[in-house]
T-cell receptor, first 116, second 114 residues
Framework: AQKITQTQPGMFVQEKEAVTLDCTYD???????LFWYKQPSSGEMIFLIY??????QNATEGRYSLNFQKARKSANLVISASQLGDSAMYFC?????????????FGTGTQLKVEL | DGGITQSPKYLFRKEGQNVTLSCEQN?????MYWYRQDPGQGLRLIYY???????QKGDIAEGYSVSREKKESFPLTVTSAQKNPTAFYLC?????????????FGDGTRLSIL
């Protein structure tokens, strides 16, 4: 079984500042992938960034980076230079890469509010 | 543009009624998924399909049914057996078997009880 834990129900950040959204996970799968999605108030899920469990480097995608600490089972999302448009719900998700299916297990999300 | 189209955007169900949510994709993806999202919650998997004419139950399949007769389409029926159907429903698709490929999502359908 896989489990994702996001302990921050809500976060505030000043515009242009960096913010870290926490994600810890638990899995018995030796190979897995971690994803972050953004959900604006309109509801669609937007893929942000991916980290594989065997990737040597932490993933980066523009202003998004993933602070992956495998021993601690954490995959925190860092957003640099926050913008007002970053205000949204953010979900961490994982997928086991062995066995069948591409199923994702999601956390409960963190609501981020960017302030002027 | 390639993408996933869900319809309708809003749907109302009467007691005892079955309703069907549409999901169509033109991304040529083999795998498709249905998720349910309740307020303040993450997404929970209802059903998924990795290939045409085959599908598997997810974590909360009771009260729901699906079909996968075409690669492009994966409709979800919310049956009268689903006693608490009010939620936001999201459909997704992905390349089958590629663990590092993300799932792509539609814009969702909001279902409410009349």
């Amino acid at each position: 079984a896989q489990k994702i834990t996001q302990t921050q129900p809500g976060m505030f950040v000043q515009e242009k500042e960096a913010v870290t959204l926490d994600c810890t996970y638990d899995t018995s799968d030796p190979s897995y992938g971690l994803f972050w999605y953004k959900q604006p108030s309109s509801g669609e899920m937007i893929f942000l960034i991916y980290q594989g469990s065997y990737d040597q480097q932490n993933a980066t995608e523009g202003r998004y980076s993933l602070n992956f600490q495998k021993a601690r089972k954490s995959a925190n999302l860092v957003i640099s230079a926050s913008q007002l448009g970053d205000s949204a719900m953010y979900f961490c998700a994982m997928r086991g890469l062995t066995g069948g299916g591409n199923k994702l297990t999601f956390g409960t999300g963190t609501q981020l509010k960017v302030e002027l | 543009d390639g993408g996933i189209t869900q319809s309708p955007k809003y749907l109302f169900r009467k007691e005892g009624q079955n309703v069907t949510l549409s999901c169509e994709q033109n991304l040529n993806h083999d795998a498709m998924y249905w998720y349910r999202q309740d307020p303040g919650q993450g997404l929970r998997l209802i059903y998924y399909s990795q290939i045409v004419n085959d599908f598997q139950k997810g974590d909360i399949a009771e009260g729901y049914s699906v079909s996968r007769e075409k690669k492009e389409s994966f409709p979800l029926t919310v049956t009268s057996a689903q006693k608490n159907p009010t939620a936001f429903y999201l459909c997704a698709s992905s390349i089958r078997g590629s663990g590092n490929q993300p799932q792509h999502f539609g814009d969702g359908t909001r279902l409410s009880i009349l």
